[in-house]
């Protein structure tokens, strides 16, 4: 006989495992596009980073996030970090912790791109901004 504990862990995992994007988020344009996201991921990072050191991934298991992979100074040290923007938000994820990034500049261009949001796309904001990218290192 299976546990209660067991089932509600079945129940998780398939519920986690078959998550999709919604139907209707396709209805709705992106708000942003590659050069855009790479720039919400250098100022979610700080004023040490520029755009250009943030370079478009091969990770395709966060669609329909933009993935890109910071670099350091030399490129010969390499990728040091992921983040996944979201292309409706901006919203900002760091796929190495699984966490979205916030500071004041940041949410001020985050702001910027909500203000793109017809009334009718405006409803379903807060739903968009809760899609969750695959991280690296986690079971989401």
Known sequence: ???LG???SIFVYVLVSSWSLPGWAADIPWKIDEPAAQRLAAEANGEAYRPDQFRKSDDRKSAPFFVVDLYAWHADIGVIDSF???PWTGDVWDLLGCYKLLN???RQSQLKVRKQFT???LKRYDELAAIRPKCLYSDW
Request: aromatic content about 6%; overall charge negative; hydrophobic content about 40%.
């Open 6 to 8: 067991s089932k509600i």
């Open 104 to 106: 004041y500049e940041l």
């Open 1 to 3: 006989m299976m546990r």
């Open 119 to 121: 009334h009718e796309e």
């Open 84 to 86: 996944a923007i979201n």
